[in-house]
Antibody, heavy 124, light 110 residues
């Protein structure tokens, strides 16, 4: 089945940047569209961003647009989330999640496989 | 991108059937048959239990079923078991290459 492992979380001051990584093993990341989803402490899930399997298209939730950038390095089987101008309200566990449709420009719009998450805390 | 509406909590006794609702709008749930449901136990990542309104992934119990009517999707759990106690989230495509989750329902098995 494979595994997704997020890394790069930690404590960061407001206004600073952080880059999260999501490494895939057991399957070929480049075949799938990928998403980032976050969950603030004690709160619900929030969709953050999507990227097509080949990186040709991407989009973001309004709450992170113009501050976050989703990207991928298919040669290294890794997904990224560059987070700039961080705010206290960005504090959350960030999950990478796989969209099950393979080799298609249009995602399936659900998540069949999730990582364990990495915690980002934005605090001075 | 307003969140879908789910009841904050639901409870039921073992063996009972319960239905969780997820209400959206004509811009999300009402327009697309890509509603999915996720189960999350405390301290764990979410797990897909229903996709495309009513389809069940391999390995998920047939006690879980999904449906949709208009702007409201529903998840029914039959033969409630103690292990079903968890948080449940619905999710839908919302157009313009975006997605939206519900606020989540905490299911308590009495």
């Amino acid at each position: 089945q494979g595994q997704l492992v997020e890394s790069g979380g930690g404590v960061v001051q407001p206004g600073r940047s952080l880059r999260l990584s999501c490494a895939a093993s057991g399957f070929t990341l480049s075949s799938y569209g990928m998403h980032w989803v976050r969950q603030a402490p004690g709160k619900g899930l929030e969709w953050v961003a999507v990227i097509w399997f080949d990186g040709s298209d991407k989009n973001y939730a309004d709450s992170v647009k113009a501050r976050f950038t989703i990207s991928r390095d298919n040669s290294n089987n890794t997904l990224y989330l560059q987070m700039n101008s961080l705010r206290a309200e960005d504090t959350a566990v960030y999950y990478c999640a796989r969209d099950p449709r393979q080799f298609s420009g249009w995602p399936s719009w659900y998540f069949d496989f999730w990582g364990q998450g990495t915690l980002v805390t934005v605090s001075s | 991108q307003s969140a879908l509406t789910q009841p904050a909590s639901v409870s039921g006794s073992p063996g009972q059937s319960i239905t969780l609702s997820c209400t959206g709008t004509s811009s999300d749930v009402g327009s697309y048959n890509v509603v999915s449901w996720y189960q999350q136990h405390p301290g764990k990542g979410p797990k897909l239990i229903i996709y495309e309104v009513s389809k069940r992934p391999s390995g998920v119990s047939n006690r879980f079923s999904g449906s949709k009517s208009g702007n409201t999707a529903s998840l029914t759990i039959s033969g409630l078991q103690a292990e079903d106690e968890a948080d449940y989230y619905c999710c839908s495509y919302a157009g313009s290459i975006t997605m939206v989750f519900g606020g989540g329902t905490k299911l308590t098995v009495l």
